[in-house]
T-cell receptor, first 113, second 111 residues
Framework: EAGVAQSPRYKIIEKRQSVAFWCNPISGHATLYWYQQILGQGPKLLIQFQNNGVVDDSQLPKDRFSAERLKGVDSTLKIQPAKLEDSAVYLC???????????FGPGTRLTVL | QKEVEQDPGPLSVPEGAIVSLNCTYSNSAFQYFMWYRQYSRKGPELLMYTYSSGNKEDGRFTAQVDKSSKYISLFIRDSQPSDSATYLCATEIQGAQKLVFGQGTRLTINP
């Protein structure tokens, strides 16, 4: 069974630029999560989708971050404009349904200069 | 105060040692407790999952939960160099569908 796929794996941008990350969850998984993991910290949930609907986006900085999951499969997370403090690993995870085990992708490491 | 506190380490022990990793949490509504292992440049993977107070054993790993003191532990017996990773504790409120992670403890097992 293929795992969660993410791209790109690494991204370096200047502050105030825009960036987008892509996630392909495990086939058949209804729930998709985006986490932010700052160096030396645990992952923090940014947004959670159930199929193509948002379940929880309470910790998403909506002035600069946006995410969508069209058709309830792939998802993209966008940052516009980026700030220095956005430097982190962005992890995508998926689960069969709400409350089931989450499987994480390898993450996208973002560096904002 | 963070909802889940975890000593970031780093922790370095010789091969074969017993390792003890610990977390405390502040919200008594947390009912599910997990330990994740995260290798360098990889995503976290679920190692242990427990619901009730007490011990749960899986091979060389034992997860322990004490809800009265809001304390969770992971013990690794006969530690191996392949156990070198960052270990993250996580908790979840029943029905909230939302994991809250500790900051992770970086562990190195020296051959």
């Amino acid at each position: 069974e293929a795992g969660v796929a993410q791209s790109p794996r690494y991204k370096i941008i200047e502050k105030r630029q825009s960036v987008a990350f892509w996630c392909n969850p495990i086939s058949g998984h209804a729930t998709l999560y985006w986490y932010q993991q700052i160096l030396g910290q645990g992952p923090k949930l940014l947004i959670q989708f159930q199929n193509n609907g948002v379940v929880d986006d309470s910790q998403l900085p909506k002035d600069r971050f946006s995410a969508e999951r069209l058709k309830g499969v792939d998802s993209t997370l966008k940052i516009q404009p980026a700030k220095l403090e956005d430097s982190a690993v962005y992890l995508c995870a998926s689960s069969l349904d709400l409350g089931n085990e989450q499987f994480f992708g390898p993450g996208t490491r973002l560096t904002v200069l | 105060q963070k909802e889940v506190e975890q000593d970031p380490g780093p922790l370095s022990v010789p091969e074969g040692a017993i390792v003890s990793l610990n977390c405390t949490y502040s919200n008594s509504a947390f009912q599910y407790f997990m330990w994740y292992r995260q290798y360098s440049r990889k995503g976290p993977e679920l190692l242990m999952y427990t619901y009730s107070s007490g011990n749960k054993e899986d091979g060389r790993f034992t997860a322990q939960v004490d809800k009265s003191s809001k304390y969770i532990s992971l013990f690794i017996r006969d530690s191996q160099p392949s156990d070198s990773a960052t270990y993250l504790c996580a908790t979840e409120i029943q029905g909230a569908q939302k994991l809250v992670f500790g900051q992770g403890t970086r562990l190195t097992i020296n051959p």
